[in-house]
């Protein structure tokens, strides 16, 4: 599921990624306030381990850079 409703912080209970619930909280907090393209959340969607919880999007460019995927 991708949502973007939860305009919190709580990264605990809402994280960008949470693989164990697939759920993707693409809110602007956690965005950055910065664009996710389609294609780059697709493509981590399909890479992404079955236990990844990545709080936000410098987490995700961390994960993405560590097993070398591109993230725009």
């Known amino acids: 599921m991708i949502h973007g409703h939860h305009h919190n912080n709580d990264t605990d209970t809402f994280p960008l990624i949470d693989a164990s619930a ?3 909280n693409v809110s602007v907090e956690l965005l950055e306030y910065s664009p996710l393209t389609l294609g780059t959340l697709t493509t981590v969607l399909g890479e992404w381990p079955e236990q990844t919880h990545l709080e936000t999007i410098s ?4 994960w993405a850079a560590d097993v070398g ?3 725009e």
């Open 22 to 24: 697939r759920r993707v």
């Open 69 to 71: 995927l591109q993230v």
């Open 59 to 62: 987490d995700l460019r961390s």
